[in-house]
């Protein structure tokens, strides 16, 4: 099933789900995403990765065929007391290592129990996250945890990410759950798209819409914190962290403009931010930029700025218009 949540990673629900419309399934957080897909008529399976969040969306699971994570003993008993038109597959989440949301494995076969108890459940899928699916042995300990709690289960499973994918085929198996990669981006710090094969969805793109000539000395931007240590061409590019380009991005962070590689100078700010130009004088007002993309993959915007390409993707802020290729 392909995630798709926080709106395709920034691409789009139902661009992304256009895109992919022939995929087995599809994995959102909210009943607010799953239904705008059933509207725009999708069929498949469609998962709620943190379940039902009150019981008022009970009904929705049936109105709607929407399957849920089941990871706590609040959810489970509103899926016990409820009396639903119909029933829900269930994927119910098994904490082997990550600590975050899931049952206590050696509990998966009462569990099991209960749930093939509900009328309010159709089928049970035993699932679980890893939390290091990005490390060389990141899931060997869950995977023998999961092992060993529902060896004698004869039922689906879904356990693999994009890091788990494609670093640990033992996770190969049942309804796996890739999200990044769809959309061309790294789940490795050590391990880039390209060399994954993987080609960037996303293109952020603008352009140059001023230009400075400053002496030794001059600063760029608020806070002066790049000061030119000769004379240079400064270009000003329309895109700024209102726009979702991170604003901890250190001068430096690569980027293309007039098909040149360069980098950023100075503080990003809100609807601008600064690049040097010194060397590239064919680049004028109207010079294309790329922020990240195919040449500048998203994942080295991110690194200089701290976080991973994810947390770019998704903070695709909603100004940003977008045009699809
Ligand atoms: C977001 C998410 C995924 C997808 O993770 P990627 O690292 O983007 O592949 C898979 N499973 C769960 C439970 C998730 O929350």
Request: with cysteine; net charge negative; proline share 6%.
């Amino acid at each position: 099933m392909a995630v798709v949540k926080a709106d395709g990673y920034g691409h789009g629900l139902l661009r992304v789900a256009r895109a992919l419309e022939d995929s087995d399934g599809f994995a959102v957080l909210n009943v607010s995403e799953a239904i705008q897909l059933r509207d725009a008529g999708f069929r498949q399976p469609i998962l709620l990765l943190e379940g039902i969040f009150s019981a008022a969306e009970l009904p929705l699971l049936t109105e709607y065929g929407l399957s849920a994570v089941v990871h706590c003993d609040d959810q489970l008993s509103m899926l016990r007391t409820v009396r639903l038109s119909g029933s829900v597959d269930i994927f119910l989440k098994l904490n082997t290592g990550m600590n975050r949301l899931g049952f206590s494995p050696h509990l998966a076969p009462a569990l099991v129990a209960q749930l093939q108890d509900c009328r309010a459940v159709q089928s049970v899928t035993l699932m679980t996250h890893f939390a290091s699916a990005d490390e060389a042995q990141g899931v060997e300990g869950p995977m023998e945890v999961f092992r060993t709690a529902t060896r004698d289960m004869v039922l689906p499973v879904s356990l693999a990410n994009s890091a788990a994918l494609l670093r640990h085929p033992e996770t190969r198996v049942g309804w796996v759950r890739p999200g990044i990669m769809l959309y061309g981006a790294t789940p490795f710090p050590d391990l880039s798209a390209r060399k994954l094969g993987l080609k960037p969805a996303m293109t952020m793109s603008s352009a140059v819409i001023g230009l400075q000539e400053i002496e030794k000395g001059g600063a760029v931007g608020y806070g002066g914190t790049f000061v030119a240590d000769r004379k240079m061409r400064i270009g000003v590019v329309a895109c700024g962290y209102a726009d979702g380009y991170p604003r901890h991005a250190p001068t430096g962070t690569p980027i293309l403009v007039a098909g040149r590689l360069g980098r950023t100078v100075g503080r990003v700010s809100m609807d601008m931010l600064t690049v040097d130009l010194t060397e590239v004088p064919e680049a004028g007002i109207g010079a294309p930029v790329e922020l990240w993309g195919p040449h500048i993959p998203v994942d080295e915007v991110a690194r200089a700025a701290g976080t991973i390409g994810y947390e770019l993707l998704c903070a695709r802020a909603e100004r940003v218009p977008v045009t699809e290729v």
